[in-house]
């Protein structure tokens, strides 16, 4: 007799085309449903300290999007040995966060109860958005979504007992787990209150950091209200969550206008495409970013001419230059520039987590997304790790002045002309070796873009447009020790 955790025969399948999940995942109402779940998760201690101690969510939340959304396509997509592997990508992954919280408790991602609730507030945030939408979901179509979600949870390896085996049991956990177990977490607090009102421009629309800030500055708190109103009230009583007059009714209204969305023709909202888009590089030669860029084009040359109609400069001045995005402010040779520069290098790519300062988290958060990119397996993900741990035991040596076990921008700043050693130099050649798929001992195009997700612009490379080891562990050390900003390189790590 079949499991909960397996397909019938004769029923609609539990992954890939056909199945409950697959249908909901390019659903605008997804997008808010996620949002939700996620402060569900961040509320769970455990989970919210390991995402403050490890995630780059604040940091980098395109990323950890983009990411987010690839996983969960691969997790519920119909091939069995691609769920099989990403499983073990994601269980590697959680296995090396662990540690101790502000207050010394304990936390390990790998915690199957906290796994639990990862799964259970996806379920029940998709439920929930449909009720929003003033569409609930039908009795069947609940037991079928059930199904895929203890599919999925089982797929990571999870045994049984942790999330109950039928739908009417759920309810009861859920509503338990929120009035014992979550708490007022420093993790929720930021995903509520600080994420979206700083949430930095997508990598494809850096060119139009202006427009982006005024469109946030009206966005980030109102995401913020909708997503408290859609929080269980009694989470939101012990939490002391203000209730914005009017914010339900506009929540509501949100998930059913999100809804109505999914009218539009097949193909305009794919999530995957939208998210892909919007991580791409401006330098990039996909042909939808030259669009953008010609689109970009027309908006400056619309703002000169509106200049020249309107040429008395607004109240308090004209403004002064702006720094190129993804690049240092222009601060001169001085040593006064050089430390500015340092420390702007120093937020931007070396504090991963968004901290202020930089340890052991922010660069395995690095390993991690280099080995995203490149889709690494075992050994070569280790290797890659261990590589990036030797670099760090080797500037806690070098720069970690006042032994608190971390690194601050000032004594990184004071030391960066001296930071090329010789693990740097092992994590540049490391990453060569997993870069270079095929091991002819060259990066060529496809995989210079695997790493980089951009063309290939390397003139003064060798020969037959490739990109060699000595010239790639040139440029990485003189990027890494905050000697050189590129184009090419910002993406690397610096994105958001």
């Known amino acids: 007799m079949p499991t909960r955790t397996e397909a019938r025969a004769d029923g609609p399948p539990l992954f890939g085309p056909g199945s409950q999940f697959d249908a909901l995942f390019d659903d605008p109402r997804w997008a808010l449903a996620m949002v939700r779940a996620t402060v569900l998760e961040a509320a769970h201690p455990q989970i919210g300290a390991a995402l403050t101690d490890n995630s780059t969510f604040v940091a980098h939340p395109w990323r950890r999007l983009r990411n987010t959304f690839l996983s969960m396509r691969r997790m519920f997509g119909a091939d069995e040995e691609v769920r099989r592997r990403e499983a073990a990508r994601l269980n590697r ?16 991602a790998m915690d199957p109860g906290a796994r639990a609730w990862v799964t259970a507030t996806l379920f029940e945030s998709a439920v929930t958005m449909f009720r929003m ?9 609940m037991e079928r979504l059930y199904a895929e979600f203890l599919a999925f949870h089982a797929s990571m390896g999870d045994g049984p007992g942790h999330l109950p085996e039928e739908l009417h049991d759920f309810w009861p956990y859920f509503d338990r787990t929120v009035e014992e177990v979550l708490a007022d977490t420093e993790a929720a607090r930021v995903i509520l209150y600080r994420l979206f009102d700083h949430l930095p421009v997508p990598a494809l629309l850096s060119g139009m950091p202006t427009l982006w800030a005024a469109g946030r500055s ?21 939490a002391g969550l203000p209730e914005t007059p009017g914010a339900r009714t506009l929540m509501q209204g949100a998930y059913v206008a999100a809804g109505l969305a999914r ?65 240092p402010a222009r601060t001169g040779g001085t040593e006064e520039g050089v430390r500015r520069s340092a420390e702007e290098f120093f937020r931007e790519v070396l504090d991963q987590t968004g901290d202020g300062y930089l340890d052991w988290p922010d660069l395995a958060a690095m390993a991690r997304e280099l080995a995203t990119r490149l889709d690494l397996d075992e050994p070569e993900e280790t290797r890659l790790y261990q590589a990036f741990a030797d670099w760090w035991r080797e500037l806690q040596t070098a720069l970690d002045t006042d032994g608190d076990g971390r690194i601050s921008a000032g004594e990184y700043a004071v030391a960066v002309p001296s930071l090329a050693g010789p693990a740097l130099v092992r994590v540049a050649e490391v990453l060569f070796d997993v870069t270079d798929a095929n091991g002819d001992g060259t990066i060529d195009a496809d995989e210079y873009r695997a790493l980089f ?18 010239a790639f562990v040139r440029d990485f050390l003189s990027f890494m020790s905050a000697r050189r900003r590129t184009t090419t390189y910002d993406p690397l790590l610096a994105d958001g």
């Open 133 to 141: 939408s003033g569409q609930p979901m039908a009795q069947e179509t």
């Open 263 to 327: 009218f539009l023709p097949d193909g305009w909202l794919r999530a995957e495409a939208v998210i892909e888009l919007l991580s791409l590089s401006p330098e990039s030669d996909d042909p939808r970013v030259r669009a953008v860029t010609g689109l970009h084009e027309r908006v400056k040359r619309a703002g000169a001419l509106l200049r020249l109609v309107a040429p008395f400069a607004p109240a308090g001045g004209e403004p002064g230059p702006v720094p190129a995005a993804g690049g």
């Open 93 to 108: 992954l959680h296995a090396r966060m662990a540690g101790s919280d502000a207050l010394g408790r304990p936390y390990d």
């Open 453 to 470: 997700r951009t063309a290939f612009h390397r003139d003064d490379s060798a020969a037959g447009g490739t990109y060699t080891r000595a």
């Open 218 to 238: 009206l966005a980030g708190p109102v995401i913020g209200t909708l997503t408290v109103a859609s929080l269980p009230e009694s989470y939101r009583r012990r």
